[in-house]
């Protein structure tokens, strides 16, 4: 049983070890994190901050997913209190004020809890959340420290700002009498201290909760329709490592770089399309071209135009129609992370501890290159540079080579773009692993 916590800035680490011992803590929430962690049912999930803006935030089926398998997840505060507010009534489980103020639709805007923050460790707070100030000024008017119409219409100047600018010192400059209005506010808060910041203050109550396990998962409903091909493509993309490496990431070097892998592909897809998994090489080649001709794809009804498309002219010169049809086939149907059966099927993997082992040390070779510099993300590789190491790779293992396009095709890729992409993990150590670590720096030349 483990309790994760996803936080920062709203509350530290310090403190969630102080009031939740031996929770295992997380930088804020972000697409992907929480398929990462192979949570089950006894496990728990206490999102508090989440990032988004520069990033993908945390999906509402990714949360799906994860309680599908039985774990509890409790939002509050920030990103966790906008999810659950939003989940709560399929299975998601909200603690504190800001939480029930995006329930009952008192706040709806994803703005009302987002702040400005620096880097990790300390996410040190740059701006303040219009959810805090519109706490505290909404507990003004109850206290008669500032009449209604005051709180409205500092509320609605603080919205017409970006978050990233949103301070209680801003005000001296918008409202009028400003400075006076902050004086009654700060003096107000220092007989309350706990309502100057109720993120916080819902934090440290989520925590003691899911600590003390006084919260408990709701039923979840059966209904799988949420289930979308996106969110196989996700659960494919962020599944749980085994030592170091993920069912994607392993397939992927293979469908790069293993010369064997475009007729093991071919032969599960074949496979696929005659719907058997059994029989000779050529029975299910025949049992595919059967399957085509039933849902109406035959070699004799295609036009000239869409063989050339897929198809080489020497290939057309030289191969009979059955072989160019099982070509056509087996290119025209790409791979997609959502077909998971492709990541599990017996035919495919090869050498998998070798696999493995490459995407490790690829990553390996990825953080030396970042730790050096920024510029050097993988994301900054120049296209034509890793374009030309994947052809070479492919030009030694493709004997007939027929260009770029099919070569792509044949190892189950949409276009040599895609291609291009999956390798950019994998070009920094496959381009240095025979080089001294002084000569790296030579490489950075390949970057943008």
């Given at each position: 049983?483990?309790l994760?916590?996803?936080a920062?800035?709203?509350?530290?680490?310090?403190?969630?070890?102080?009031?939740?011992?031996?929770a295992?803590c997380?930088?804020?929430?972000r697409?992907?994190?929480?398929?990462?962690?192979?949570l089950?049912?006894?496990?728990t999930?206490?999102?508090?901050?989440g990032?988004?803006?520069h990033v993908?935030p945390?999906?509402?089926?990714e949360?799906l997913?994860v309680?599908?398998?039985?774990?509890?997840?409790?939002?509050?505060s920030?990103m966790?209190?906008l999810?659950?507010g939003?989940?709560c009534g399929?299975?998601?489980?909200?603690v504190?004020?800001?939480f029930?103020?995006?329930r009952?639709g008192?706040v709806?805007?994803?703005?009302e809890?987002?702040?400005?923050h620096?880097?990790?460790?300390d996410?040190?707070q740059?701006?303040?959340?219009?959810?805090n100030?519109?706490?505290?000024?909404?507990?003004?008017?109850?206290?008669?420290v500032l009449?209604p119409?005051?709180?409205?219409?500092i509320?609605?100047?603080l919205?017409?700002?970006?978050y990233?600018?949103?301070t209680?010192?801003r005000l001296?400059?918008?409202?009028?009498?400003?400075?006076?209005i902050?004086?009654?506010?700060?003096?107000?808060?220092?007989?309350v201290?706990?309502?100057?910041n109720i993120?916080?203050t819902?934090?440290?109550?989520a925590l003691r909760d899911?600590?003390?396990?006084?919260?408990?998962?709701?039923?979840?409903?059966t209904?799988?329709q949420?289930r979308?091909?996106?969110l196989?493509?996700?659960t494919?993309?962020?599944?749980?490592e085994a030592?170091?490496?993920?069912?994607l990431e392993?397939f992927?070097?293979q469908?790069?770089y293993d010369?064997?892998?475009?007729a093991r592909w071919?032969?599960f897809?074949?496979?696929?399309i005659?719907?058997?998994?059994?029989?000779?090489?050529?029975?299910?080649?025949q049992a595919?071209?059967?399957?085509?001709?039933r849902n109406?794809v035959?070699?004799?009804?295609?036009?000239?135009?869409?063989?050339?498309?897929?198809?080489?002219?020497?290939e057309?010169?030289?191969?009979?129609a059955d072989e160019?049809?099982?070509?056509l086939?087996v290119?025209?149907s790409p791979f997609?992370?959502?077909?998971t059966?492709a990541?599990?099927?017996?035919a495919?993997?090869r050498?998998?501890?070798l696999?493995r082992d490459r995407?490790?040390?690829?990553?390996a070779?990825?953080?030396?290159f970042?730790?050096?510099?920024?510029a050097?993300h993988?994301?900054h590789l120049?296209?034509v540079?890793?374009?030309?190491?994947?052809?070479s790779?492919?030009?030694?293992c493709?004997r007939?080579?027929?260009?770029?396009r099919?070569a792509?095709?044949?190892r189950?890729?949409?276009?040599?773009?895609?291609?291009v992409?999956?390798?950019?993990?994998?070009?920094?150590?496959a381009t240095?692993?025979n080089r001294?670590?002084a000569g790296?720096?030579?490489?950075a030349t390949?970057l943008?």
């Amino acid at each position: 049983m483990a309790l994760h916590v996803f936080a920062g800035p709203t509350v530290s680490r310090r403190e969630v070890a102080a009031v939740a011992p031996g929770a295992v803590c997380h930088p804020p929430v972000r697409h992907g994190d929480l398929l990462r962690l192979g949570l089950g049912p006894q496990d728990t999930a206490l999102l508090v901050d989440g990032l988004y803006h520069h990033v993908e935030p945390v999906r509402h089926k990714e949360i799906l997913e994860v309680m599908s398998t039985g774990t509890l997840v409790v939002g509050c505060s920030s990103m966790g209190a906008l999810r659950a507010g939003e989940l709560c009534g399929v299975g998601m489980v909200g603690v504190g004020e800001v939480f029930r103020m995006y329930r009952d639709g008192e706040v709806v805007g994803d703005d009302e809890v987002a702040v400005a923050h620096g880097e990790a460790p300390d996410y040190r707070q740059l701006s303040e959340p219009l959810v805090n100030m519109r706490y505290v000024l909404q507990a003004a008017v109850g206290a008669s420290v500032l009449p209604p119409s005051a709180a409205d219409d500092i509320i609605g100047r603080l919205k017409s700002l970006p978050y990233p600018h949103r301070t209680w010192r801003r005000l001296e400059s918008m409202v009028p009498r400003g400075r006076e209005i902050l004086a009654r506010i700060d003096h107000f808060l220092s007989t309350v201290p706990t309502a100057r910041n109720i993120k916080h203050t819902d934090a440290l109550r989520a925590l003691r909760d899911v600590h003390s396990g006084a919260l408990a998962a709701p039923p979840f409903t059966t209904d799988t329709q949420w289930r979308t091909r996106h969110l196989l493509r996700w659960t494919a993309q962020f599944a749980p490592e085994a030592g170091g490496a993920g069912p994607l990431e392993i397939f992927r070097c293979q469908q790069l770089y293993d010369a064997s892998f475009p007729a093991r592909w071919r032969a599960f897809r074949l496979s696929h399309i005659a719907g058997q998994t059994s029989g000779s090489s050529a029975a299910l080649d025949q049992a595919a071209l059967a399957a085509a001709r039933r849902n109406g794809v035959a070699w004799e009804t295609l036009s000239q135009d869409q063989k050339r498309h897929w198809l080489s002219p020497d290939e057309l010169a030289g191969l009979d129609a059955d072989e160019c049809m099982l070509r056509l086939l087996v290119r025209s149907s790409p791979f997609d992370p959502a077909e998971t059966a492709a990541l599990r099927a017996p035919a495919l993997p090869r050498n998998t501890r070798l696999l493995r082992d490459r995407v490790v040390r690829a990553k390996a070779t990825n953080a030396r290159f970042l730790a050096a510099s920024r510029a050097h993300h993988v994301a900054h590789l120049r296209e034509v540079s890793v374009r030309a190491h994947l052809l070479s790779v492919w030009r030694r293992c493709d004997r007939p080579f027929h260009g770029e396009r099919l070569a792509a095709w044949d190892r189950g890729f949409r276009s040599p773009d895609e291609a291009v992409e999956q390798a950019r993990p994998f070009f920094l150590h496959a381009t240095t692993r025979n080089r001294a670590v002084a000569g790296l720096a030579r490489l950075a030349t390949g970057l943008a």
